[in-house]
């Protein structure tokens, strides 16, 4: 079992930057991906971004350039940067688990099902 629990959420205006950690416990597979999704209420959750045990990294096109994700293997840990956020950037952002497989070719179309572990949960909110 993988246990992820994430944190940094929190409320920022617009033009912040905020940084969300996701910590992983239990065993680590040599072959995996990480994602960090976002869903609002009444919303499907989407793909924001994905690194791979390689460290090959992928970005949804609406946070391209403005988002970064990392991992520190050492610490078992998955880091999003968020920077110049927006209020569109609001949601409940999740990190996600993929073991044995790499990442899907394409960030938007990732759904639930693309990955086998899921963490809480922490919320962003950007006000404007």
């Known amino acids: 079992q993988l246990l992820l629990v994430e944190s940094g959420g929190g409320s920022v205006q617009d033009g912040g930057s905020l940084r969300l950690s996701c910590a992983a416990s239990?065993?680590?597979?040599?072959?995996?991906?990480m994602g960090w999704f976002r869903q609002l209420p009444g919303k499907e959750r989407e793909g924001v971004a994905t690194?791979?045990?390689?460290?090959?990294?992928n970005y949804a096109d609406s946070v391209k350039g403005r988002f970064t994700i990392s991992q520190d293997n050492v610490k078992n840990t998955l880091y999003l940067q968020m920077d110049s956020l927006k209020p569109e950037d609001t949601a409940m952002y999740y990190c996600?688990?993929?073991?044995?497989?790499?990442?899907?070719?394409?960030?938007?179309?990732?759904?639930?099902?693309?990955?086998?572990?899921w963490g809480q949960g922490t919320q962003v909110t950007v006000t404007s």
């Open positions: 996600a688990a993929r073991v044995w497989r790499l990442c899907p070719t394409v960030v938007e179309a990732m759904s639930r099902i693309d990955f086998d572990y």
């Open positions: 690194i791979d045990s390689y460290g090959s990294t």
């Open positions: 239990g065993y680590t597979p040599n072959r995996y991906c």
